[in-house]
């Protein structure tokens, strides 16, 4: 399905990423029980596991919670009859190919469809991959010439696929084009890149982050060991060319769905000036029923959290709604538990709040 040479993706060689169910196999991350129907998943969604990723699973644990989010696994051939192939309605907020303008004031801008890893419960599953098309240059300029007749727009973020696969040099012109255009007054990349192969955060491109514009990366991390000590000092060097780091969660059942593993994984982002953004309700994506979880245990998690959690190193949590209304937060809903009925009723009655 993926034909295209991709080891050498960015012009850096992703040599030792495991790509099939056969190196998966011979690395000790699958058995050969599981081959047929795993085979069945490698044809339909994207497999890769970096060495860095593989590095960190413990091949004993069958539990482990960085295998889970991305060694492939049986219980992705179930589709659920409520998933969706587009769970947060990208397409039907699409003008021209490579955009995505659901908010007036911002767009995402989807340059390529690679990323370091596949994770198995990713919400463009459907999309992803790493012979997947990079958009051409005729239809980045047509992208970028969409963004550039909208005065409303004021945000460009990159995401993908993971931005941060490009070249540095088609990466640089992206940027370029972006910083040209007066009315976008701030850039965001969204990344997997600096915990999944955080050698790829090099100079060539550290060099091209580096720009006029403020410059925000959200980085992707779901577990406390996902922050090696090469990802830690992949961090610094992004904020070292400026940039502020945010951090985007998903919440996973397996994973993180407990309040100790998320406030280790907050408060050690934010001992790397990454200022936890998003805990994402995981999405309809199909095949991930098994990391799903009812949002009344979420709001649980997040209500744990709120007394024991420096305010700096809280998220806010959020579902997407499904087919494209957007994010709203839905957490930790303090008041419908009861945990602060008293404040709840005095609200009421200055009128702040109602039912
Ligand atoms: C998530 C998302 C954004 C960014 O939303 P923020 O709340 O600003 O982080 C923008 N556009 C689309 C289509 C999105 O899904």
Not at 128 to 146: C, F, K, R, T
Not at 209 to 221: S, V
């Amino acid at each position: 399905m993926f034909s295209q040479d991709h080891t050498r993706l960015g012009g850096i060689s992703q040599e030792g990423t495991l790509r099939t169910v056969r190196a998966l196999e011979e690395a000790g991350l699958t058995s050969p029980f599981e081959r047929e129907a795993l085979n069945h998943v490698a044809e339909r969604y994207a497999i890769a596991v970096t060495s860095h990723i593989a590095d960190l699973i413990d091949p004993q644990d069958i539990n482990d919670p960085i295998a889970r989010q991305f060694v492939p696994s049986a219980g992705e051939l179930a589709i659920a009859p409520d998933e969706l192939t587009d769970p947060i309605g990208d397409e039907t907020h699409s003008p021209v190919k490579g955009i995505v303008h659901r908010y007036p004031d911002r767009v995402l801008l989807k340059a390529l469809h690679a990323c370091p890893v596949y994770c198995r419960f990713c919400f463009r599953r459907e999309q992803v991959g790493p012979g997947g098309a990079v958009l051409s240059e005729d239809e980045l300029d047509m992208a970028i010439a969409y963004i550039r007749s909208n005065p409303a727009i004021w945000e460009v973020i990159l995401t993908g696929g993971d931005p941060l696969m490009l070249s540095p040099r088609r990466l640089g012109r992206i940027l370029d084009a972006l910083d040209a255009i007066p009315h976008v007054a701030t850039l965001r990349i969204h990344s997997r890149v600096p915990i999944a192969e955080p050698a790829r955060i090099g100079p060539a491109l550290l060099a091209v982050l580096a720009r006029r514009k403020p410059l925000w990366i959200a980085i992707h991390a779901n577990h406390p060991r996902e922050l090696t000590d090469a990802a830690r000092a992949a961090c610094r060097r992004l904020t070292q060319t400026g940039a502020t780091l945010l951090g985007q969660t998903v919440l996973l059942r397996g994973v993180n769905d407990d309040p100790t593993t998320l406030e280790t994984l907050f408060r050690a982002m934010v001992m790397e000036r990454i200022k936890p953004y998003y805990l994402h309700h995981p999405d309809l994506a199909p095949g991930t029923a098994h990391f799903r979880l009812p949002i009344a245990r979420g709001q649980a998690i997040m209500r744990a959290l709120r007394g024991r959690l420096s305010g700096l190193a809280q998220p806010t949590y959020v579902l997407d709604i499904p087919g494209g209304a957007g994010k709203v937060p839905i957490g930790p809903n303090m008041v419908e538990a009861g945990g602060v009925r008293d404040s709840a009723d005095q609200l009421h009655s200055y009128g702040q709040l109602s039912d």
